[in-house]
């Protein structure tokens, strides 16, 4: 498959397709055959031992061609379960469109649609580029309109995952707020959905949140604590702007660090320093 033959648009004047990118060279179409040769690569693996692939989000400049062919991906390969994942940052004003009309395209041609939602981790540099360029901020102005878009995507997604039953619609909350983790369960329970649905999981970092993470897993919802993986100079970047996007993150060190203390005392004072908590709940 060449670049140009995967983007393409219908001609006003003649209603042919035709491609939006003509001026790539044999080399860089070389380069794109590579990359969409390793990500089926990935996808098949994925496939085989039944494990999800998010492909996570980038900056807006980018990310046209990062989600058309992640729903080429999800079209493929997602035929009886979702493996492949698109990842949304609800920091963008046009974050809940993007995902009613994936919605809508997964329902049309009949195949599984998976979504990551996220806040966003690029506002400085989306705001920095614009302003830059001339054209107009692509993000919302401020956090709490960040919040309700975020709330009003994920609502769409589960009266979706409702509406058309089974698991045709699948959710990763990857969020390290504690407000929006209450919205996403109560708002499973107001439309009858449960953990044992298997259409909403959760996601935080390895060592934050753990005092929302570890509850959840007792109740029997799925909770993965992701890793950062690769060379420390790629990896601190990326570290840092979680903090970023986590405006209150030392306050929640301190909440978690006194958490800890109280859960610490409690073990010494039972006699139970090697405790292993067990919830009533089939892991899901």
């Given at each position: 498959m060449l670049l140009s033959d995967l983007f393409q648009v219908p001609n006003l004047q003649t209603g042919k397709m035709e491609p939006i990118i003509t001026a790539l060279t044999e080399e860089e179409e070389e380069m794109f055959r590579n990359m969409m040769r390793r990500l089926r690569t990935i996808a098949?693996?994925?496939?085989?031992?039944?494990?999800?692939v998010m492909i996570d989000a980038e900056q807006t400049y980018f990310q046209p061609a990062i989600s058309r062919i992640t729903m080429e991906l999800m079209r493929k390969y997602n035929r009886e379960k979702?493996?492949?994942?698109?990842?949304y940052q609800c920091y963008l004003k046009r974050a809940d469109m993007?995902?009613?009309?994936?919605?809508?395209?997964?329902?049309?041609?009949?195949?599984?649609?998976?979504?990551?939602?996220?806040r966003g981790a690029y506002l400085e540099q989306e705001r920095m580029r614009a302003a830059t360029v001339g054209y107009d901020d692509p993000t919302l102005p401020s956090y709490e309109s960040t919040n309700f878009i975020y709330e009003r995507t994920l609502t769409e997604c589960l009266r979706t995952?409702?509406?058309?039953?089974?698991?045709?619609v699948a959710v990763m909350v990857a969020s390290h707020n504690e407000d929006t983790v209450r919205f996403t369960v109560n708002k499973m329970k107001e439309l009858g959905l449960g953990p044992k649905d298997r259409v909403v999981c959760f996601g935080q970092l390895l060592g934050m949140c753990d005092q929302v993470s570890f509850p959840l897993g007792q109740a029997g919802y799925s909770v993965y604590k992701y890793v950062p993986y690769g060379p420390v100079e790629?990896?601190?970047?990326?570290?840092?702007?979680?903090?970023?996007?986590?405006?209150?993150?030392?306050?929640?060190?301190?909440?978690?660090?006194?958490?800890?203390?109280?859960e610490l005392k409690r073990r010494i004072l039972k006699g139970q320093l090697?405790?292993?908590?067990?919830?009533?709940?089939?892991p899901v």
């Open positions: 098949n693996r994925a496939t085989e031992k039944n494990v999800r979702a493996i492949i994942f698109n990842t993007n995902v009613l009309l994936d919605l809508e395209q997964a329902e049309r041609q009949n195949f599984y649609f998976g979504a990551k939602l996220v995952i409702k509406r058309r039953g089974g698991q045709k790629e990896v601190l970047p990326y570290l840092s702007r979680r903090a970023q996007e986590n405006s209150g993150i030392l306050k929640k060190v301190r909440k978690e660090r006194r958490l800890l203390w109280k090697f405790y292993t908590p067990k919830g009533n709940y089939e």
